[in-house]
């Protein structure tokens, strides 16, 4: 059962993750400022584009592996990619402008991924029943 929510938490986290890359791409502006920070581009949003692309590869590449009902890689990747949100909060908190509100997102993703990445690293794969 742990392995199925955390499948499934991996599966939202990938999706979310596809979406998000997708909104700088579609919406920059917007993106940016549901990121939690203010990035004026002039119109030259190539960073945002950038930063779009990673995303949409991170989360076709988690929802690949849950997929392929790979436990062990989904939950590197969940932990692994913990780095990314931790460093995004710690991001939106150094700007003056921000609080613990803007940086909320971030704080659940941290929790999210390293919570369910130990979950599917240390639990024992299930065997079927004949």
Known sequence: ?????????????????IFLGARFFFSPEV???GY???????GDYSFHYIKGIRDIF???LLCAFVFLNERRAVGVTLLSGS???FTDMLIVLSKSYNGVVQAMPHIVATILLVVFGIL?????????AL
């Open 1 to 17: 059962m742990t392995t199925k929510i955390s499948y499934a938490i991996a599966l939202l986290v990938g999706l979310g993750m």
């Open 31 to 33: 993106a940016t400022a």
């Open 36 to 42: 939690g920070i203010h990035f004026n581009a002039n």
């Open 58 to 60: 991170s989360g076709i």
């Open 83 to 85: 780095i990314i949100s």
């Open 120 to 128: 599917l690293l240390t639990t024992k794969p299930q065997k079927k």
